[in-house]
């Protein structure tokens, strides 16, 4: 089955203390990305990634850090954690060809920043 | 940079009928696309409609169709029929052609929570 995965779904942590978000899709796709949702702001991009060891900053950088060493993955890293970063996270991918084919999102990662 | 307003925080509709959500949007180019997106109490994003700027003919699935007026930069969702499972929020959101290496960037309206009534 064609799908983006993400793990944790749910996660509590401490401020300071690293965390990582994996997320992993098995339908090839170049391109993938991270957003944050959060009440009343919609959906922003985080990072993206238009292919192996390329990615660049989104709308909201700040306090995270992503790698993109194999296609599949695309990890969301926060090296100190803090509650301003509690919030939905989701990633997507989609491929390159194909002017307007559809992203194809996780079931998101509920991070919660205590 | 583009923008995408959603007005309405919250709709209810009955059963059966019919109701519609507006969306707003402000960019600068001539070629975009628009899509409507749900988003279940499940959390899982699922399109629901998408839209061409270039294209007239106003796209339509099934139950879902939506009122594109360029000139007006509107971009409507009807649902007819409306069923329980329709239940949901739902964001409409923006993105520029990928030209080269850009970025598929989608940005996301604030949503709005729409509850169908038995």
């Known amino acids: 089955e064609a799908q983006v995965t993400q793990n944790p779904r749910y996660l509590i942590t401490v401020t300071g203390k690293k965390l990582t978000v994996t997320c992993s899709q098995n339908m090839n796709h170049e391109y993938m990305s991270w957003y944050r949702q959060d009440p009343g702001l919609g959906l922003r991009q985080i990072y993206y990634?238009?292919?192996?060891?390329?990615?660049d900053k989104g709308d909201v950088p700040e306090g995270y850090k992503v790698s993109r060493k194999e296609k599949r993955n695309f990890p969301l890293i926060l090296e100190s954690p803090s509650p301003n970063q509690t919030s939905l996270y989701f990633c997507?991918?989609?491929?390159?060809?194909?002017?307007?084919?559809?992203?194809?999102f996780g079931p998101g990662t509920r991070l919660t920043v205590l | 940079a583009q923008t995408v307003t959603q007005s309405q925080p919250e709709m209810s509709v009955q059963e059966a009928e019919t109701v519609t959500l507006s969306c707003t949007y402000d960019t600068s180019e001539s070629n975009y696309y628009l899509f409507w997106y749900k988003q279940p109490p499940s959390r899982q994003m699922i399109l629901v409609i998408r839209?061409?700027?270039?294209?007239?003919q106003n796209a339509t699935e099934n139950r879902f169709s939506v009122n594109f007026q360029k000139a007006a930069k509107s971009f409507s969702l009807k649902i007819s029929d409306s069923q329980l499972g329709d239940t949901a929020m739902y964001f409409c959101a923006f993105m520029k052609p990928r030209e080269g290496g850009a970025n598929s960037k989608l940005t996301f309206g604030k949503g709005i929570t729409l509850s169908v009534r038995p």
């Open positions: 990634s238009m292919n192996v060891e390329v990615t």
């Open positions: 997507a991918s989609r491929p390159f060809s194909g002017v307007l084919s559809e992203q194809f």
């Open positions: 839209q061409e700027a270039y294209k007239q």
